[in-house]
C-alpha cells in the first residue's frame, strides 16, 4: 500500500511540515502486474502475502474488484502489509520509505502450497518484491509443468542468483538492464549490448523496456525494436507493470512475441497517458479501441 502525502515542500530532517493531501494507493509491482492481465483479459490469481493490518484486507479487497482471484493470497499474523511512505512536493520531487512487511514473508514453502495452480497456468509472472529464494521456487515449479516464465528483475538486487536469468522472458526497463549488466545505457546499441548480454546468461529471449522510445527486443532472431504507441505522458509510474501484464496476456493468447511486446507496448502507453496505478491499468476494450490496428508490428 502506498501512502501519498503531498506538500508544498519536503520537510528538511527534524523538520514538520503539513501535508496539502494524503491518498492510500494500492500498489506493489506483483499486484499492478496482476492487475494489468486481468484487465488485458486473462484469468489472473496472484500469490503473495499480506500482513493482519487493515490495509492487507483493503488491498485484496481491492484487487477481486478489479477481476484478480486472491484465494492464494496469505496473511502473515502479527505483521504489517508491505508499504511505501511516499511524500511528494509541489515540484514533483519526491521522497520514499518503504516497509517490506509481510512481502518479506513469503517463504518457498508457500509457492509449494500453490504447486497446482502454478502447473496448471499457462504463464507465470514474477517480479523481485518478495524473497529471492521463492522467486526461485515459483520458477522451478513452472519449469518442470513446462509453465511459460517471465521475469521483470525489479527491483534489481544486489545480485540476481544466476538461474533467475533462465527464464523464457525476462524484461527489464533500461536503469534495470543497466543494472544487471553494468552497460550504460545511452541509445539503442548499447541497448542491444546488454540485452545479448542478458540473453548470454540464459534467458531465451529479452525485452528492454525504453519508454516512450518502445521495446528493444532480443533472442536467437537478433535484435529488433517493437515500435511504442504515441500519446501525451501525464504519469509513467506503472507503465512498465502496465506492460508486462499486458505482454503475459497477449504472448499467451497469440504465441508470437512481437505481437505480444506491441500490445505490451500499447498498455504501457495508454497507462502512462493517465494518472493513478492499479484502477486505471488499461483495459482490454481501451487498448484495441485505441489501436485496431495494435497486431500490425511494422
Ligand atoms: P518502467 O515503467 O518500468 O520504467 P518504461 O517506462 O520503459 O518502463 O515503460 C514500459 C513500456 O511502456 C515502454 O516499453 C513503452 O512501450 C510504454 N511507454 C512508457 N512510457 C511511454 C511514453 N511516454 N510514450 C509511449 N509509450 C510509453
Excluded at 24 to 39: D, E, L, R
Aim: glycine fraction near 8%.
Amino acid at each position: 500500500m502506498d501512502l501519498v502525502v503531498r506538500c508544498a515542500r519536503l520537510p528538511q530532517p527534524g523538520e514538520t511540515v503539513a501535508a496539502l493531501s494524503y491518498e492510500q494507493i494500492s500498489g506493489g509491482k506483483g499486484a499492478n502486474q496482476a492487475v494489468a492481465a486481468a484487465k488485458a483479459g486473462a484469468e489472473v490469481s496472484i500469490v503473495g502475502r499480506v500482513g493482519d493490518d487493515a490495509f492487507g484486507q483493503l488491498l485484496i479487497s481491492r484487487l477481486e474488484q478489479l477481476g484478480v482471484h486472491c484465494s492464494s493470497m496469505m496473511v502473515t499474523p502479527q505483521c504489517e502489509s508491505g508499504m511505501a511512505l511516499i511524500s511528494v512536493e509541489e515540484s514533483g520531487q519526491n521522497s520514499i520509505v518503504y516497509v517490506e512487511g509481510a512481502n518479506g514473508r513469503l517463504v518457498p514453502n508457500d509457492v509449494l502450497q500453490v504447486r497446482n495452480l502454478i502447473e496448471s497456468s499457462d504463464t507465470l509472472l514474477l517480479q523481485l518484491e518478495i524473497p529471492l529464494e521463492t522467486v526461485i521456487a515459483a520458477m522451478q515449479i513452472a519449469k518442470q509443468a513446462g509453465v511459460r516464465v517471465i521475469l521483470d528483475p525489479a527491483p534489481v538486487p544486489p545480485s540476481l542468483p544466476a538461474e533467475l536469468y533462465e527464464v523464457d522472458l525476462i524484461c527489464p526497463n533500461e536503469s534495470e538492464a543497466q543494472q544487471l549488466t553494468g552497460i550504460m545505457i545511452d541509445g539503442i546499441e548499447t541497448a542491444e549490448a546488454a540485452a545479448k548480454e542478458l540473453y548470454s546468461r540464459g534467458a531465451r529471449h529479452v525485452a528492454i523496456t525504453m519508454a516512450e522510445r518502445g521495446t528493444l527486443l532480443f533472442d536467437e532472431k537478433g535484435a529488433r525494436v517493437v515500435a511504442p504507441f504515441k500519446v501525451n505522458a501525464v504519469d509513467t509510474t506503472a507503465a512498465g507493470d502496465a506492460f508486462a501484464g499486458a505482454l503475459a496476456v497477449a504472448w499467451a493468447e497469440t504465441g508470437n512475441l512481437e505481437m505480444a511486446v506491441r500490445f505490451g507496448n500499447a498498455a504501457g502507453a495508454l497507462a502512462a497517458s493517465k494518472a493513478g496505478a492499479q484502477p486505471s491499468m488499461p483495459s482490454r476494450e481501451e487498448l484495441i479501441s485505441q489501436w485496431p490496428h495494435w497486431q500490425e508490428t511494422d
